[in-house]
């Protein structure tokens, strides 16, 4: 089953401490006025960089395109394209999904994501 990540929209910036496969991370959320925008910080519980920066954009995963071998699974960021800073953790939702939980791809499928009553399609690359 998917798992919503903790995220509070009262604040500007704020981290999160989130269990994913029974290892502890750092989730840390920015909301950024100029590109009207929230994005995420992944940190290990120590302070370790993992990826940074990554705008939260619906319908694709902010570590698109990224191994993370220290993190495995997927993300993927549900809601509206135009959102506002008040969404984050009401409509719009990071999600982690465990590997076990990710089918194989294969081409030529129209891959959806499915959360509640939301169906978006998964971009495969």
Not at 32 to 47: E, Q
Not at 61 to 74: D, F
Not at 100 to 106: A, G, N, R, S
Request: with cysteine; charged share 20%; net charge negative.
């Amino acid at each position: 089953m998917a798992k919503v990540l903790t995220a509070f929209s009262r604040y500007y910036q704020h981290p999160t401490i989130v269990a994913l496969g029974g290892v502890e991370y750092t989730f840390r959320y920015t909301w950024r006025d100029r590109s009207n925008s929230w994005y995420m910080d992944f940190l290990t519980v120590d302070g370790e960089q993992i990826l940074m920066g990554r705008r939260m954009q619906p319908g694709i995963g902010p570590n698109l395109r990224q191994t993370l071998e220290t993190m495995p699974g997927s993300f993927m960021v549900l809601g509206a394209d135009c959102y506002t800073i008040d969404d984050l953790g009401k409509s719009l939702l990071p999600m982690w999904f465990a590997p076990d939980e990710l089918p194989p791809i294969e081409p030529d499928v129209d891959y959806r994501i499915v959360a509640g009553d939301q169906s978006l399609p998964m971009t495969v690359l």
